[in-house]
């Protein structure tokens, strides 16, 4: 029972993906993201859950955050945040499980169903914040597949701007652009092809996750959902599906061809992050390294890079035991939350003993 006490499993639920991480004794030792699209119903999560069972079965403590509630499978976001906590009530006991309400906390179920505005898209919030105290004064930057979270952090605390999503988008906290699941002509507009610019045909024929395959930039576990036109994840079908976005086929053009056009798009992406970057810095020491989490270190590396400031990988700040790092820094949001969680019990156990 001591041991069970101990363990807390953090959930980041999404609307396309889930990811579960493990704290025995306020460490990180194991974190997994599974595929879950919500936009097709809410029976991938509860598969996901029960594929996770190994993770979360036997712990004392369940601490959920979420992005899921903006799925189309919803009318709104407050009717996603009451779908999401019934099936989260299925799931896990009452006792012992909590919920990051943001700038809220953690709430129990009774609170959830009233703080539905604080919950929603929160799980930036909680990542930020543990960043805040680890690090002092950051730029923490993380990247999932779909979307990009910027915070500063100045002396160990959130120096947000926004708090929902439509204010994050205002400040430049929030720029919906993802290492794998952005369609291209999400990113330009056009690309250069043989020194001509190319209008790119306005379909999904292609995604990042193409782009960053070519460019041999993509881990093929990070990309767990399927390609535009359903084919093989390979360099040849990403260069037939990216040949597609301007009027072309994979044959016409060489392989280091095609190479310089994927990288126009993942130029052009990180242009668009780096905008937003240098605004959300402005706050910050010149000092202040760059945080980087999520499946699109890769771009945040280089964003450091071109930003003049230090990078530190967001695994390398937390306990995490050394075989599941990169795992915990794709899955940083659940880490947060079970760390945070984990430290809450204890805080309240210390206070109870007093």
Known sequence: MEKEKTIVVGFDVGGAHLKVARAEAGRIVAAQTFATPLWQGLGSLVAALDTAAALHADAGGHAFTMTGELSDVFASREEGVAGLLSVIARHFPENGTRIYAGRSGFVGFAQAGRLAADIASANWHATASLVARRAGDALFVDMGSTTTD???????ALANDGYTDAERLLS??????????????????????????????????????????????????????????????????????????????????????????????????????????????????????????????????????????????????????????????????????????GVQSESAAGSLKA
Request: proline residues 4%.
């Open 172 to 341: 430049g906290e929030l720029v919906y652009t993802g290492f794998t699941r952005t369609f291209l002509f999400g990113v330009a507009s056009s690309a250069p092809v043989r020194g001509r610019m190319t209008p790119l045909m306005n379909e999904y024929f292609a995604s990042m996750a193409d782009a960053h395959r070519i460019l041999g930039l993509l881990d093929e576990k990070d990309d767990k959902h399927a390609t535009a036109d359903g084919k093989e994840k390979t360099v040849a079908g990403s260069i037939a599906r990216l040949a597609r976005m301007v009027g072309r086929d994979g044959a016409e053009l060489t392989p280091e061809e095609w190479r310089g056009v994927a990288g126009w798009f993942s130029e052009r992406q990180l242009r668009t992050v780096h905008d937003a970057a240098v605004l959300v810095a402005a706050k910050l020491p010149a000092d202040a390294p760059v945080v980087g989490a999520g499946t699109g270190r890769r771009q945040i590396v280089r964003l450091a890079e071109r930003m003049r400031r230090r990078f530190i990988d967001f695994a390398d700040l937390i306990p995490a035991d050394d075989a599941v790092r990169e795992e915990a820094s794709s899955a940083a949001p659940a880490c947060a939350v079970a760390l945070l969680a």
């Open 150 to 156: 910027i915070l500063a952090a100045k002396a160990g």
